[in-house]
């Protein structure tokens, strides 16, 4: 049966809520109100992670599913995304686990945001509402815990995927601190030779503040890992989110002079290289660079294709080379990937190409390879993303599928249909992958589970949130046999 865990309706407190940094005013109000006649105001928000909290560590069972609810009501501005997460663990090994997200807008009556969550540790849990717009102020209502009445999660007897791929390529998952016990280690280890840390190599989480480095959390994935005989990638050295605003940006928001940014972004990707070096066989030295959206002329241009990021307003276009050399100089054994999204699309796949091989011409062998992300969903074309492969295998680099993961359905729900669609694409990537084999050098699912990625509304991986596999999961394993039996 489901049981009801926890209830908040304001009427005369904040409910346990409390603000997720020191900024953000929470009030009892009664300006607005779902049920009963007051709702808590969230106002004086500076950054889109702040917003209101609650713990609820202590509330849950370990391996329970639960479905939490939440009702918002925006006040400004006019449009903004509003998000209902959780966060599992904390420091720089916590997850944050998306539950659902909505745009709302001014005009719209009160909005329901509501997912569902498999705990499988309770070190620290929380769920939270934020929003995209730094300082968008909202209230919130009725909220609700329930406790499903769902199959416990179990690792199934079956082959492990990465058995399917000892003649290919390593096959790849992430992994957060809620990943290093229990049930969710289990499913990792038995199919999976390869991992990326989802958040906790990222440059905000490696050096917060200049000069103080925090390899802890990151630190126990990697020799957790290690010692379950499972190689590490690490990601990433540079990007233009999660990095803390200091390493590029002054106090008035302005770029850092030029040679102190420079500075800043070398000895970042020096000292974290230095420091995983020998633990990891590749870095993404350089996360999303490029712009979406480009025209085939601009294309043409790389330059002109740069996304205008912190890092290119106070350094310029040398940015990118700066980082390679840095990260080359640091681990030369390590394999140096630049990694983008929207990989299959052509023109942006172009500018990629074109910044490659400039780099690689000024500097043989600095990039060993492209990272195609892989965030991909039912329009997707293989076709697509085969020719991007071919483009740029033509360059001599490798290239690796690092974030594979295909959104299908709502609001967690997969019906049959899209479940088998979702497979068939699995089924017609890996088996391009498989016929590239000379040339690829890791392929990785973007999330362990459906329960647990970052589009855990999309269910797109090959695990559902029982860890039960999924078609997905048999697609990737035997793609040919798949596509033969299933195709219509
Ligand atoms: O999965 C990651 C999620 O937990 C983080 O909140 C998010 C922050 O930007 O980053 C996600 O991972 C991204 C990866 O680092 C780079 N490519 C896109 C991934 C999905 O957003």
């Known amino acids: 049966m489901r049981s009801a865990l926890f209830r908040a309706d304001f009427e005369a407190a904040a409910d346990g809520f409390v603000g997720r940094s020191q900024n953000e005013i929470l009030t009892v109000s009664d300006e607005a109100a779902l049920s009963g006649v007051h709702a808590l105001k969230v106002e004086g928000r500076t950054s889109s992670w702040h917003g209101p909290s609650l713990d609820i560590t202590q509330k849950i069972s370990v391996g329970k599913e639960y479905t939490v609810s939440v009702w918002v009501k925006l006040i400004e501005p006019e449009q903004a995304q509003i998000s209902l997460s959780t966060q599992i663990g904390s420091g720089s090994g916590a997850s944050y686990n998306n539950l659902q997200s909505k745009q709302v807008s001014q005009n719209s009556d009160w909005v329901e945001l509501r997912g569902t969550y498999r705990y ?12 995209a717009v730094a300082t968008a102020s909202f209230y919130i209502d009725s909220v609700s815990i329930v406790e499903e ?24 998952s992430i992994a957060s601190a809620k990943d290093l016990s229990g049930l969710r280690l289990e499913l990792l280890t038995k199919h999976f030779n390869i991992v990326t840390a ?22 126990a994935i990697v020799n957790t890992m290690l010692e379950h005989g499972i190689a590490m990638h690490g990601h990433t050295l540079a990007w233009h989110q999660q990095t803390g605003a200091w390493m590029h940006t002054d106090a008035d928001g302005l770029p850092l002079p030029r040679e102190e940014a420079l500075e800043n972004l070398t000895s970042h990707a020096k000292t974290v290289a230095e420091h995983f070096k020998g633990r990891v066989v590749s870095w993404d030295v350089l996360n999303e660079a490029i712009n979406d959206g480009l025209t085939a002329e601009l294309a043409a241009d790389w330059r002109a294709s740069l996304r205008n990021s912190p890092w290119l307003q106070a350094i310029g276009d040398d940015y990118i080379e700066a980082v390679f050399l840095a990260a080359q100089e640091a681990d030369p054994d390590a394999k140096l990937y630049y990694n983008d999204y929207n990989l299959n699309n052509q023109n942006k796949a172009t500018a990629v190409y074109n910044m490659v091989k400039e780099l690689n011409e000024k500097y043989p062998g600095l990039i060993d390879g492209i990272g195609m992300q892989g965030h991909y969903d039912l ?9 991007s492969i071919q483009q740029f295998i033509s360059l001599g680099v490798e290239v690796s599928i690092t974030e594979l993961d295909i959104s299908a359905g709502t609001d967690g729900r997969l019906s049959d249909n899209a479940s088998l669609q979702q497979a068939l694409l699995y089924a017609r990537l890996f088996s391009i992958f498989r016929q590239y084999k000379e040339n690829i050098g890791r392929v990785s699912i973007w999330g362990l589970d459906d329960g647990s990625s970052w589009r855990a509304d999309r269910s797109p991986t090959l695990f559902d949130r029982s860890f039960k596999a999924k078609p997905a999961f048999y697609a990737a394993t035997d793609p040919d046999a798949f596509i033969a039996e299933y195709q219509q």
């Open 120 to 131: 499988l540790s309770t070190d620290f849990v929380s769920v939270y509402v934020e929003s």
């Open 198 to 219: 989802e958040n906790a190599m990222k440059p905000g989480e490696l050096q917060p503040r200049k000069g103080e480095f925090t390899f802890n959390a990151a630190d």
């Open 149 to 172: 009445d769902s199959q416990p999660a179990v690792v199934e007897d079956i082959t492990p995927l990465k058995n399917a791929y000892t003649d290919f390529f390593p096959i790849g």
């Open 379 to 387: 329009n997707t074309n293989p076709a697509d993303v085969e020719r």
